[in-house]
């Protein structure tokens, strides 16, 4: 439905309340309603939230993204929230990614390597660098949360930072996050663990995030400023 000359899309699932989301990176408003809601209720819940979608998509709209990366040298990428400027050197021999200092990695690869294999290159990088954190974090947050330790899988998701599945006690984290700084990382963490206690955005939840990491808002705040990763955005 169209309200206020805003597009909202609109989900009916089996929960009990209405949850509205503004996601990057232009603003698309999604609205999860509970499946007897009907429209013209969906319509005023929008329309008592229209300044803070407004203002949830002007940020995005002010938001950094970054170009299309090449994967050459001098190009930019981000690692726990420092950028780094990368030098691709071809030789012979197994392709390796490592730190030359503290502004500069280096990838090395066979001669003739193109950019989607440099890329992907650098995306398993990436990949075990995160996994690599994760048991550290778990012992971390699991005995302040109060719960067993969940599956945790990374996967590249288009429209989340994370996301869980109660039932299974699986938890999946964005590949994305090992660019943003450590408290983002650890934030998104911590809020998937709250939803294995409570699946819904309710007081029981808050409270939750609240008695964790007090902190929680803040770090929300820096991971929506964070530069956005150059995507197509399918949803």
Sequence with gaps: MVIAGISVEVLRKEIKNLHIGVYPPAGRVRVAAPLLLDDEAVRLAVISRLGWIRRQQAAFDQQERQTEREYVS???HYFRGRRYR???????????????????LTIHV????????RAGLLDRWYRDQLRAEIPGLLDKWLPKVGLPAPEVRIKKLKTLWGSCNADAGRIWLNLELIKKPQSCLEFILVHELAHLVEQHHNER?????????????VYREDLNRAPLAHSEWLY
């Design 110 to 117: 066979p001669p003739g390597t193109d950019a989607e294999k």
């Design 205 to 217: 939840f808050l409270a939750i995030m609240d008695r964790v990491m007090p902190s929680w808002r």
């Design 86 to 104: 990368i030098e691709v050197i071809e030789r012979c021999g197994p392709a390796s990614i490592a730190f030359r200092n503290n502004t500069v």
């Design 74 to 76: 001098g190009e930019s």
